[in-house]
């Protein structure tokens, strides 16, 4: 069964910039990646998505400020967050179905500071 692990997470101030990372254990070459988000009292929101193609597609609220990218080799998938406002808090997750079953990671806590 592969595994997400999502790092990079923290405090920044907004207008600042953080980079998550999202490493698999198992190969993500052919996977469709997504991340996603979820604030506190808020349901989890589809923030970008990478997929096995080479499409990237973003919500409205993030897009021109987030950009999310992989390395195949690396098994990896990042979001690059630039200009970044308090709404932008929440526990960041990123997910792949791997073999038909959809993988979560255990997500990594940002935090913009106004």
């Known amino acids: 069964q592969v595994q997400l692990v999502e790092s990079g997470g923290g405090l920044v101030q907004a207008g600042g910039s953080l980079r998550l990372s999202c490493v698999a254990s198992g190969s993500i070459f052919g996977i469709t990646m997504r991340w996603y988000r979820q604030a506190p009292g808020k349901q989890r929101e589809l923030v970008a998505s990478f997929t096995s193609g080479g499409t990237t597609s973003y919500a409205d609220s993030v897009k021109g400020r987030f950009t999310i990218s992989r390395d195949n080799a690396k098994n990896t998938v990042y979001l690059q967050m630039s200009s970044m406002k308090p709404e932008d808090t929440a526990v960041y997750y990123c997910?792949?179905?791997?073999?038909?079953?959809?993988?979560w990671g255990q997500g990594t806590q940002v935090t913009v500071a106004s």
């Open positions: 997910r792949g179905t791997f073999y038909g079953s959809l993988t």
